[in-house]
T-cell receptor, first 113, second 111 residues
Framework: NAGVTQTPKFQVLKTGQSMTLQCAQD?????MSWYRQDPGMGLRLIHY???????DQGEVPNGYNVSRSTTEDFPLRLLSAAPSQTSVYFC????????????FGNGTRLTVT | RKEVEQDPGPFNVPEGATVAFNCTYS??????FFWYRQDCRKEPKLLMS???SGNEDGRFTAQLNRASQYISLLIRDSKLSDSATYLC????????????FGKGTLLTVNP
């Protein structure tokens, strides 16, 4: 049971570099989302998607882009990395059913220098 | 008032103790409530959903008070393995895709 798979697990970027965090789920969940977790801040929603071709902004979307071309994949792109984007990123998915809990990937630890 | 607020903690308790976490939410239209557990440097994992009538799963009991807009988690007979951060999660808009997390409460159970 793969569930939600995120890659890479660790990444170090220099300021201004771009990269894509990959996320894939095999549970046929319609909903997918990206969160970042910072000390003292809890998990904050970056972007989410309610289905293929549909994305929307969460609480902290600036500096990130997403796309959802398939049900399975929901990549997160950092366009021009900044030190403020140093964080732990979690991808999650859940079903469009009331009370359906989130299933998280293992996380990506990103450091921007 | 923040959307979801939790006891700031940290909580340090001896093995066998009973510990309670509280969480308040601001949106009275919130529909779904959860407690997640997060081990150090790991992803959050669902501990239990919280139902209107309250629910129990072994040593864990969750309760919801809609009138006062708070949920609670009670852990009885604490084990060393219960040491983790406990996250209160609320569905504030009635949707199921914009869940809001509390900042978490760190629990350490000591031998």
């Amino acid at each position: 049971n793969a569930g939600v798979t995120q890659t890479p697990k660790f990444q170090v970027l220099k300021t201004g570099q771009s990269m894509t965090l990959q996320c894939a789920q095999d549970m046929n969940h319609e909903y997918m989302s990206w969160y970042r977790q910072d000390p003292g801040m809890g998990l904050r929603l970056i972007h989410y998607s309610v289905g293929a071709g549909i994305t929307d902004q969460g609480e902290v979307p600036n500096g990130y882009n997403v796309s959802r071309s398939t049900t399975e994949d929901f990549p997160l792109r950092l366009l021009s990395a900044a030190p403020s984007q140093t964080s732990v990123y979690f991808c999650a998915s859940n079903a469009p059913i009331a009370g359906s809990p989130l299933h998280f990937g293992n996380g990506t630890r990103l450091t921007v220098t | 008032r923040k959307e979801v607020e939790q006891d700031p903690g940290p909580f340090n308790v001896p093995e066998g103790a009973t510990v309670a976490f509280n969480c308040t939410y601001s949106n009275s239209a919130s529909q779904s409530f959860f407690w997640y557990r997060q081990d150090c440097r790991k992803e959050p994992k669902l501990l239990m959903s919280v139902y209107s009538s309250g629910n129990e799963d072994g040593r864990f009991t969750a309760q919801l008070n809609r009138a006062s807009q708070y949920i609670s988690l009670l852990i009885r007979d604490s084990k060393l393995s219960d040491s983790a951060t406990y996250l209160c999660v609320v569905n504030p808009e009635g949707s199921n895709y914009k869940l809001t997390f509390g900042k978490g409460t760190l629990l350490t159970v000591n031998p």
